[in-house]
Each structure stands twice: as C-alpha cells, then as structure tokens.
C-alpha cells in the first residue's frame, strides 16, 4: 500500500487523473471494450482499490471456493463506487504523506554520507514534524474535520461525498447492467493479471487457484499475505466494520494503496 506509491516515480500532479480515462467512457460502457487505457483504469480500480474492501485474505478465500470464478466476480457497483470515492478524496493527503516520507529519507541518507546539512537534526526533525502535523489536519474534498467534534453514529462524509457516491454509484450499476461490455472486461482480466505476475515490483496478490497441479493444489496455495484493508470507521466512535456509506470513513492516518496505481 504506502510503499507503491512511495517508490512509484510518476509525477504527483498527475496522480488526481488516474481514473479519469475510465470516467469518460462512462455515458457509454460499450466504449469500454476498445479503449485499452480505460479498461486497464478499470482494473487498477478493482485490483488495488475495490479488492482490498474486503481484504486480501477474505478475497483470496473466496476465490479458492469459487475457483472457476475470478474477482470481477465478486465486484458490485457500490464497491466501485466506495474504492473511487475513498481515492478521489484522501489521495492529495496520500500524496503529502509520501512526500513527507521521500524527506525524511533523504535527510537519513545524508546523514548516512556524511553530508554537511544546513540545520540541526533537531530542526529538521521538528519542521517534519510539523509538516505531518499539518496533513493530519488537511481539509479533504469529501470528508469532515476528522478532530470536530461530532454526534453519536454522525458521519463522516459531507453532504457533496454522499452524492458523489450516488453518482458513481449509478454509473457502475450501468457498467455492470451492460452484459456485453462487463463480459468483455472478465475476459481482458486474466491477462492483466498475467502482467502483474511478470512486471509489478510488488508480487501479484491474486492466487492461480484455477491453475490446479495433478495433485490438486495450487502454485499459490501457501503464499502468505499480510492483512490488509479498509478500516472504514468513524475516529472516536465505537465498533468496526463495513456498512452504508453514511455510517463508515477512512481514518485519516489510512496508508496510500493508492501509489501502487501509479506504475509500480
């Protein structure tokens, strides 16, 4: 998640438009199937964002029980919708972190060759400091203050972060009602999935279970994976797990899965 984006070298302006190709097709799905760029936008949605809703070990069960099945499968339109939205409002502060991170490893390199900095480690560490400090508290498109003060079971989101879930919402309700266009997207699929396996720096989470040995089990059997996910819960509030849009937020301290998007 954080180091995809933290060793992707693509520009940070660009990182708002990583699903802007898709979004343009989206008054007309069949368009999907001729546009390369859109369909791989589509997967990386799906591959580094929607997946991970329900985590990478919960997915990946699913797939071993359903072996003739692949993750698109799994993929509703509120779960598109929800991935999106999550990346079009916390990724500027995605983005502020990893700019924060790529410092603070600089300023240890240098320390590490003897370079003659112009500031103390105590300044250096306190004007770092400060700079998180100031993405805590980074005013975000969608969501509210998340240290404001807030009623029991209040949400998170902002009246504009509900309706833009609505809209996109509805706009892959219509990709996935297009028969055509969605089958085209389930047939492209493994061979992005391929791709992944032969060039990604980070390994391909995604099993070969239906790529079964003789003897019945799978070349990915074993792997181990670390559990990741969404931990879509409002700060201060009591319980967990996933529900309406209105009840659940990202904690603002969420790690930028993002960045793995940005050609990794």
Same mark, same amino acid.
């Given at each position: 998640?954080?180091? +995809?984006? !933290?060793?992707?070298? $693509? ?18 799905? @069949?368009? /999907?199937? %001729? ?10 949605? &799906?591959?580094? !964002?929607?997946? &991970? ?24 339109? @509120? ?31 240098? *320390? ?9 480690? =105590? ?37 504009? %972060?509900? =309706? ?25 699929? *493994? ?8 060039? *990604?720096? &980070? ?25 990741? %996910?969404? *931990? ?6 009591? +319980? ?16 930028? $899965?993002? %960045?793995?998007? /940005? +050609?990794?």
């Amino acid at each position: 998640m954080f180091k +995809g984006l !933290y060793r992707s070298r $693509m520009s940070f302006d660009d990182v708002g438009t990583s699903f802007d190709t898709l979004l343009s097709v989206a008054d007309d799905w @069949s368009a /999907l199937r %001729g546009n390369t760029s859109a369909l791989v936008e589509l997967y990386d949605l &799906i591959y580094y !964002y929607a997946s &991970i809703v329900y985590k990478k070990t919960k997915m990946k069960a699913w797939l071993k029980a359903n072996r003739h099945l692949s993750v698109l499968d799994k993929m509703k339109a @509120s779960d598109l919708a929800f991935s999106l939205l999550v990346f079009e409002n916390y990724y500027p502060k995605w983005v502020a972190e990893i700019k924060v991170a790529r410092e603070q490893e600089g300023m240890k390199h240098d *320390d590490h060759q003897g370079a003659d900095t112009r500031v103390t480690d =105590k300044e250096a560490a306190e004007d770092l400091s400060s700079k998180k400090k100031r993405i805590a508290r980074m005013k975000l498109r969608y969501t509210k203050d998340p240290f404001a003060k807030k009623k029991y079971l209040e949400s998170g989101w902002t009246p504009e %972060g509900l =309706k833009r879930y609505e809209e996109l919402q509805k706009l892959f309700a219509g990709l996935l009602r297009n028969k055509v266009a969605w089958q085209a997207c389930k047939d492209g699929w *493994d061979s992005y999935i391929e791709g992944k396996r032969r060039d *990604d720096v &980070i390994v391909c989470w995604v099993p070969k279970y239906h790529s079964q040995d003789l003897d019945g089990t799978s070349d990915d059997e074993n792997d181990s994976d670390e559990e990741e %996910g969404f *931990d879509f819960v409002l700060e201060g509030s009591e +319980g967990g797990g996933k529900g309406e849009l209105s009840d659940v937020v990202t904690p603002p301290d969420l790690p930028p $899965m993002v %960045g793995s998007v /940005l +050609g990794v």
